[in-house]
């Protein structure tokens, strides 16, 4: 038996999970993948290119800039 995992059109996981055989096939909603990883309350876990990925809720103008790197010290590292 293997897990399968449900996601929605975002590729999000549901949090619905099931078992199948290993020679049975799944509808493109469900995932044979490994188990989902912890996530902060309002993230999700997102199923996209072959790996799950954490998602948070955080506004993009939320999340401090970076300091630049002029082309120069990009160079050096």
Do not use: N
């Not at 293997?2 to 049975?24: K, P, R």
């Amino acid at each position: 038996m293997i897990d399968i995992y449900e996601i929605d059109e975002f590729g999000q996981w549901t949090g619905a999970s099931d078992q199948i055989d290993e020679v049975d096939g799944c509808t493109p909603t469900w995932v044979r993948a490994p188990a989902p990883p912890k996530f902060p309350e309002g993230g999700a876990v997102v199923w996209a290119i072959g790996r799950w990925h954490v998602r948070d809720d955080r506004l993009i103008a939320e999340i401090e800039p970076e300091e630049p790197v002029s082309q120069k010290e990009a160079q050096q590292q």
